[in-house]
């Protein structure tokens, strides 16, 4: 009798684990398809959340947040899209949680979406986009930690982000921790790659070394920090955060002061990254044999190979990401002083003081005013990069750290005159001598980039360019343009074609969907009367 019992539970077993695994379906064919039911307005957008059994992770706190944000909003398609939209980190990209086998420390390997591996950068914005709720988590501790946590989740993110920063200071995007027993993810594009320093295929996706990337872990640690109060979780003999924090320091003072090229007189001296690529688009290689182009030595500004598209840089001072840097170090100081590490801090809130001086005196330039204002002259704006020799790219990019984000790295005031300036330059378009990426047309019209091409719009900038306005007119404009650019999805893509909404690349970018559901819950706050506008 319990033989055959047990017979009849692993036969059932057998038969119920297939079932269980073909009623979840592969995410990114999922988010190509339209699911019932789809809203009641004009754009009837698709459902889009995964059964509750296939979600990689629940929150009772967002899902309070869902039911509380949607009731206060009034358009059902505006409702929908971020119904889909603000989960889809938990629902679909928490591949792996678990400890960490030396020090038993928790670890969360959190995938972009599409792509089976984890950037600093998405993950810590995948993250910060439920910053806003993680000050009412519960309290928590690694030693105590719910399933239903996510302040664990934060907390297996810096622990890991602190790993990979130890493992491979330049690289920008990791493979699944070892303990998980997740294979490495194939990179067919970094087949070619040569870089150096080189770096094990093993732990690392891709090695393109962008300053953000850095800066991301130390914003993403301070966020931790004022958020929960939970310094305790930093000064833990077991933690790794102040080590990796001095090879991200160690590793941006490096590429500040060494030489990119030579130092002008036949004596070689080679850059401390470098990174060459066999492929047909420039923006995926560095020139000069992989060092990249010079940059004049002497400003204080740290360089990036690459941008935070993962493009390379055309002049490697990339001043967003100074910037973001300079901001992530002030606030890494005081995750520092929780640490019980005062020279850390100290060094941290130097270098956060020195780059922001840098930036001021070697990242604003002077340009003719933009074509059609009536006035002529000249004026002065960030550049987005520049060359420490006199040459500048005047332009912004979709991505964060943009200029056109800069407020919301918490670097300027969206008030500040020369910000304001940069930013009517970022949204004018290449005719008027504006930004020579910003793509417009009858779907959408917003910033791009050379990522993935002319023609193509993406959502994000809209979104940022929503957070970082007090223009209800503006807002409501920018509301409305990406409502009309899901292609009925109920998703937010990477880019769009401005000119038709059908053509649309990355349908499973889970940042850009934790951004847009951050984006509503600050206009819930700031600015509730337009969450109640009808775009039918
Ligand atoms: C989330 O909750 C559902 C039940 O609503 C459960 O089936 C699923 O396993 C949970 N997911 C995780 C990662 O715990
Ligand atoms: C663990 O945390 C929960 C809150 O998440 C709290 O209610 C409980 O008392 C804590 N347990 C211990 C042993 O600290
Ligand atoms: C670059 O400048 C820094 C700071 O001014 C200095 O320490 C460093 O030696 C310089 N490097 C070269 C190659 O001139
Ligand atoms: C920005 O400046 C305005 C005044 O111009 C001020 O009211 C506001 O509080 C400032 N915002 C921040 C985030 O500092
Ligand atoms: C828009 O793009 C879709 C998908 O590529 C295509 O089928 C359709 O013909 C395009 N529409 C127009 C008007 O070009």
Redesign the pocket.
């Known amino acids: 009798m319990r033989e055959s019992a047990t017979g009849l539970a692993a036969a059932l077993a057998l038969i119920l684990a297939p079932l269980a695994l073909a009623s979840c379906p592969d995410y990114s064919a999922y988010s190509q398809q339209r699911h019932t039911p789809l809203s009641s307005g004009r754009y009837a957008l698709s459902w889009q959340r995964p059964a509750p059994a296939c979600r990689t992770f629940n929150s009772s706190l967002v899902e309070a947040a869902i039911t509380h944000i949607t009731a206060a909003i009034a358009d059902p398609d505006l409702a929908r899209l971020f119904e889909n939209s603000y989960p889809n980190t938990l629902d679909t990209a928490v591949r792996w949680r678990g400890r960490a086998a030396d020090n038993n420390e928790e670890l969360a390997f959190i995938i972009t979406g599409d792509i089976d591996a984890m950037w600093l950068r998405d993950s810590a914005n995948q993250l910060l986009s439920y910053l806003p709720l993680l000050g009412s988590n519960?309290?928590?501790s690694s030693s105590?930690s719910?399933d239903d946590d996510l302040a664990s989740l934060y907390r297996g993110v810096i622990n890991l982000q602190a790993r990979y920063v130890l493992t491979a200071p330049f690289c920008n995007s990791f493979q699944a921790p070892r303990e998980s027993g997740i294979a490495a993810a194939t990179n067919s594009a970094a087949a070619s790659d040569v870089v150096v320093p080189p770096y094990d295929a093993a732990a690392v996706f891709e090695c393109k070394y962008e300053l953000d990337s850095l800066a991301a872990f130390l914003q993403l640690s301070a966020a931790y920090l004022s958020a929960t109060g939970d310094g305790g979780f930093f000064a833990r003999a077991a933690s790794q955060w102040a080590a990796a924090a001095r090879a991200a320091l160690a590793t941006a003072r490096a590429m500040r002061d060494a030489p990119t090229y030579g130092d002008g007189d036949g004596h070689v001296v080679k850059s401390p990254y470098t990174f060459t690529r066999q492929t047909t688009r420039a923006t995926e290689t560095l020139a000069n044999d992989g060092a990249g182009s010079p940059v004049g030595n002497g400003t204080g500004l740290v360089r990036s190979a690459f941008r935070p598209s993962d493009d390379s840089t055309l002049f490697q001072l990339l001043v967003p990401a100074n910037m973001m840097f300079a901001r992530g170090l002030a606030g890494a100081a005081g995750v520092a002083d929780a640490a019980g590490d005062g020279a850390l801090a100290a060094e941290m809130r130097d270098f956060a003081a020195e780059l922001g001086a840098a930036v001021e005196q070697h990242g604003v330039v002077r340009v003719p005013v933009l074509r059609g204002t009536g006035t002529g002259g000249t004026e002065m704006v960030y550049a987005y990069e520049v060359d420490g020799f006199g040459s500048a790219a005047i332009m912004d990019d979709a991505n964060i750290p943009s200029l056109l984000a800069a407020p919301l790295l918490g670097y300027v005031n969206a008030t500040d005159a020369l910000y304001r300036r940069t930013r009517a330059r970022t949204l004018a378009p290449p005719a008027a001598g504006g930004n020579p990426y910003f793509m417009q047309g009858p779907v959408l019209s917003a910033v791009g980039g050379p990522h993935v091409g002319p023609g193509m719009a993406w959502p994000m900038a809209l979104i940022v360019q929503i957070m970082t306005s007090d223009d209800d007119a503006e807002i409501t404009a920018a509301l409305g343009q990406i409502l009309r650019s899901t292609d009925g999805l109920g998703l937010i893509h990477e880019s769009v074609n401005t000119f038709n909404a059908s053509q649309w690349t990355r349908q499973w970018f889970s940042w850009a969907n934790g951004l847009f559901g951050q984006m509503i819950l600050d206009l819930h706050s700031r600015k509730p009367g337009i969450l109640k506008t009808s775009f039918q």
């Open positions: 519960p309290s928590s105590n719910s």
